[in-house]
């Protein structure tokens, strides 16, 4: 099957200016594609650069080197008809639904905002779309009317939802969707998105730092290590056999509700924190807590590059 | 093995604006020597309140424990008087919290903040005292103790600062440390890090630990037995592959299934619990669950369940282990033919 993609991310790089001449490089030369009808995940640890690579993409922020084409325009560079087409069909779920809500909006307000901007649907009929949306969420008719603070952290987070699918997107970025939620409600949430995603077509950029989640939910995975990308590959083949030493570090410090399995385990712990990424170190990021870091690795950085069908890495012991 | 704490029908309620919260609702457990419990559950069911009791952490104006014993060394906590509490804060019973920034004082060092503790309870000189805050930093994994001893919480990292608070706690050799979600806040890779110190401090030290989680994974690598909290009591307890390999509360297995784990098939769905927990202003009558729990008779939306003794220390309180639910989910599955 000959996949379309939808999103190009293209060498990708964002760097936060801070004062005093310090810069912050958040997403260092990021590359990758997300095809249509597919969840892409990003994984990585607090400051990996996974939420600014998602900003990027979106627009949220304007990116310091690099491109981003969405169905073959170019996001940065877009004007007029050619923005709102693209706010149309991007749309992002953040990770607090607290923050995210306007608390002096009523449920109906939020939800219908894009359409209002968008033109879309017109008096009653957007109100039967807005009640349509919230049943279709998992929500009922009479929430239309209350507002953010009657509802809990989940409803909450079905009502961002409702507001991302409310113009009709084909792309959804979550940026940490469920981090803020009980274990019993993220599964709701997360069954929701997967059926929300057959029933729409939907694509999605799944963001988040629970790999267990990620992997349920992604048909790809990409992780990510102090603003770039170490390896990328199907779910399966991640789990089943990664290949860069910081992927299989991950994998391995996740504890696994199993306690036997856990009791047995060979666990791989990795020494040390993640260094200051307004420092990063030379050549591979990494190379400061690698286990197997040879010379080579403080002289060169690492290229991105296919080793195996669909399976991408960026590590010197593949090269 | 020797008892050392032994909580018994625990109530803690908070006054507010709103009404009365019934936050801890009669939570019954023991910790033995040398041990690690962990209290499991999600956002509200009482857990943290509960560890925060045991210290006696909540101000009296706000929360108050209204019922239940806490014995530890012959003594009832809930009655102790203040002044005898705060010996024993630090010197028996140490607690650490999710946030280290927030739990630490950013304007001190961090070698005055570990000394306090030993000046306030072996009332040593201060020669001796730092002697012992580098020999618990050594232990708790900080590499050039005597200088770091002069640092201040922002020259830490996030994982560092985790190890400082545990050294805090430590310091005075407590026989419990309460940890309410130490590694939440911490990323995966230094989570583990850290589950690995506890184990290492217990090791050396024999201190018993509870540990507060609502991460089922930590609680299988670290937890000698668990207690899962539901709605302010404990639905479920008993030794750790019990609670994993044989759950016989609803609860318990639908916290199980809800949760992707790593090794699993993705296209088989997350089985998650409906709904939400109950409010506790006014709790239900019945069992707390009732309305969540795709089992529940109506037995359980009027009366509370009592606990059944399923052998080993496994103990459950749920109106399905009673013989007559049993008969009757019998009865009802027959016609069916299931």
Not at chain 1, 117 to 127: C, H, M, Q, S, V
Not at chain 2, 87 to 105: C, W, Y
Not at chain 2, 235 to 254: A, C, D, W
Not at chain 2, 323 to 331: M, N, S, V, Y
Request: with cysteine.
């Amino acid at each position: 099957m000959q996949k379309k993609p939808l999103v190009q991310v293209k060498n990708l790089t964002k760097t936060f200016h801070l004062g005093k001449g310090m810069s912050l490089k958040a997403a260092d030369q990021v590359s990758f594609e997300i095809y249509e009808g597919e969840t892409l995940g990003l994984v990585g640890e607090s400051g990996c650069g996974k939420s600014t690579t998602g900003r990027t993409i979106i627009g949220l922020y304007q990116p310091t080197s690099g491109e981003v084409i969405f169905d073959g325009l170019n996001v940065h560079q877009a004007s007029g008809q050619e923005r709102i087409k693209l706010t149309r069909n991007m749309q992002m779920i953040f990770q607090d639904p607290y923050a995210s809500l306007n608390p002096r909006m009523n449920i109906s307000e939020i939800i219908s905002e894009g359409m209002a901007l968008n033109g879309l649907y017109k008096g009653k009929e957007r109100a039967e779309r807005v009640i349509e949306l919230l049943e279709m969420v998992g929500l009922q008719k009479e929430h239309a009317h209350r507002f953010p603070h009657e509802f809990s952290g989940g409803q909450r987070q079905r009502i961002g939802i409702a507001r991302a699918l409310a113009v009709n997107p084909r792309f959804i970025i979550a940026d940490e969707p469920i981090s803020a939620l009980d274990v019993s409600v993220q599964a709701q949430v997360v069954n929701l998105m997967k059926n929300l995603q057959r029933e729409q077509k939907l694509t999605y950029l799944f963001i988040a730092h629970d790999l267990a989640m990620v992997k349920h939910i992604s048909d790809r995975i990409g992780v990510m290590y102090l603003g770039n990308l170490v390896e990328m590959t199907e779910s399966e083949q991640l789990y089943d056999k990664p290949l860069h030493p910081y992927t299989q570090a991950l994998l391995s410090a996740i504890p696994v509700p199993d306690p036997d399995l856990e009791k047995s385990r060979e666990r791989m712990i990795i020494e040390g924190d993640v260094p200051s990424p307004i420092n990063p170190p030379s050549g591979c990021v990494f190379r400061t807590r690698c286990p197997v870091a040879k010379e080579v690795c403080a002289q060169q950085k690492p290229t991105w590059q296919e080793v195996e069908k669909n399976h991408f890495v960026a590590c010197h012991i593949y090269q | 093995m020797e008892k050392l704490l032994e909580v018994d029908g625990l109530q803690v309620a908070f006054k507010t604006h709103g009404g009365t919260i019934q936050a801890v609702r009669g939570v019954s457990f023991t910790l033995h020597k040398g041990e690690t419990i962990a209290i499991v559950g999600e956002s509200g069911c009482g857990k943290s309140v509960t560890a925060k009791s045991i210290m006696r952490l909540i101000p009296e104006h706000i929360g108050k424990i209204v019922g239940g014993k806490m014995l530890f060394q012959g003594k009832d906590l809930a009655q102790l008087p203040e002044k005898e509490m705060r010996e024993m804060r630090g010197s028996q019973i140490s607690m650490i919290f999710q946030d280290a920034m927030t739990s630490l004082n950013p304007t001190i060092s961090i070698g005055e903040q570990i000394m306090e503790g030993i000046i306030r309870h072996q009332k040593v000189p201060r020669s001796e005292a730092k002697r012992q805050a580098t020999e618990i930093l050594q232990l708790v994994g900080i590499a050039n103790p005597e200088s770091r001893l002069k640092q201040y919480l922002h020259q830490f990292s996030g994982g560092m600062r985790q190890r400082i608070m545990i050294a805090i706690a430590l310091v005075c050799k407590p026989a419990i440390l309460i940890a309410d979600e130490p590694t939440t806040a911490l990323d995966v890779t230094i989570q583990a890090q850290i589950i690995e110190l506890f184990q290492t401090i217990q090791r050396k030290t024999g201190v018993s630990i509870i540990m507060i989680t609502h991460d089922l994974g930590v609680v299988a690598k670290i937890a000698d037995r668990v207690n899962v909290m539901y709605a302010g009591k404990v639905v479920e307890s008993g030794p750790v592959r019990e609670i994993f390999y044989n759950p016989q509360h609803p609860y318990t297995k639908g916290l199980l299934s809800s949760m992707p784990r790593l090794d699993a098939d993705r296209n088989i769905p997350l089985s998650p619990i409906p709904g939400t927990p109950p409010d506790l202003f006014a709790p239900p009558a019945g069992c707390a669950f009732a309305a969540r729990c795709e089992y529940a008779l109506e037995v359980c939306r009027a009366h509370q369940p009592e606990e059944t003794q399923l052998g080993s220390k496994h103990v459950v309180s749920c109106w399905l282990q009673d013989p007559r639910a049993k008969k009757l989910i019998t009865a009802q599955q027959s016609p069916t033919g299931t």
